[in-house]
T-cell receptor, first 116, second 112 residues
Framework: EAGVTQFPSHSVIEKGQTVTLRCDPI?????LYWYRRVMGKEIKFLLH????????ESGMPNNRFLAERTGGTYSTLKVQPAELEDSGVYFC??????????????FGPGTRLTVL | GENVEQHPSTLSVQEGDSAVIKCTYS??????FPWYKQELGKRPQLIID?????GEKKDQRIAVTLNKTAKHFSLHITETQPEDSAVYFC???????????FGQGTILTVHP
């Protein structure tokens, strides 16, 4: 079974430009999460979808970030306009359901975003 | 909100030695504590997790202990091998399907 996939693996853009990151979760997983790791720091939560609904978007830094999950399958994270401090590795993760049993979050390989 | 502190930031051991990484959390409502391993250039992968109703869990050479009163949990790796070299992250969450709050990560290097 394919794991969580992310596209692109790397993106280098100029400040002020727009970038869209894509995440394909494991098939059948209702939960989809976005996280970000800025250079050398902790992995920080951005938001959580349950199917197509935003369950928790408390980690979104500001309104330059827009996440969507149309149809409850893949998700996109758009940054517009990008700022220097947006540079980092963006991880997507997915997990199966919302029952409170041990419910592993599977991570994608990440997208390394560099804003110049 | 929840805050997780992780120590040490780097850890260097000789092959065969034990390694211990410690984390503390701030929110007593946290109930789920996973540990992730990220090898260079690869994705974070879950290596072990524990719920708050359990004090210790073991899986071959790795174990996790949880002290809910003191709000700290630790990862123990015995008989370390060079392939254990990686960045290790602890995390805490209210539920296993909710957002994870991560520690800062520990770079573990195992010297042959």
């Amino acid at each position: 079974e394919a794991g969580v996939t992310q596209f692109p693996s790397h993106s280098v853009i100029e400040k002020g430009q727009t970038v869209t990151l894509r995440c394909d979760p494991i098939s059948g997983h209702d939960n989809l999460y976005w996280y970000r790791r800025v250079m050398g720091k902790e992995i920080k939560f951005l938001l959580h979808f349950v199917k197509e609904s935003k369950q928790d978007e408390s980690g979104m830094p500001n309104n330059r970030f827009l996440a969507e999950r149309t149809g409850g399958t893949y998700s996109t994270l758009k940054v517009q306009p990008a700022e220097l401090e947006d540079s980092g590795v963006y991880f997507c993760a997915s997990s199966q359901g919302v029952a409170d049993v041990l419910n592993e979050q599977f991570f994608g390989p990440g997208t390394r975003l560099t804003v110049l | 909100g929840e805050n997780v502190e992780q120590h040490p930031s780097t850890l260097s051991v000789q092959e065969g030695d034990s390694a211990v990484i410690k984390c503390t959390y701030s929110d007593s409502a946290s109930n789920y504590f996973p540990w992730y391993k990220q090898e260079l250039g690869k994705r974070p992968q879950l290596i072990i997790d524990i719920r708050s109703n359990v004090g210790e869990k073991k899986d071959q050479r790795i174990a996790v202990t949880l002290n809910k009163t003191a709000k700290h949990f630790s990862l123990h790796i015995t008989e370390t091998q060079p392939e254990d070299s990686a960045v290790y992250f602890c995390a805490a969450s209210f539920t296993s399907y909710g957002k994870l709050t991560f520690g800062q990560g520990t770079i573990l290097t195992v010297h042959p």
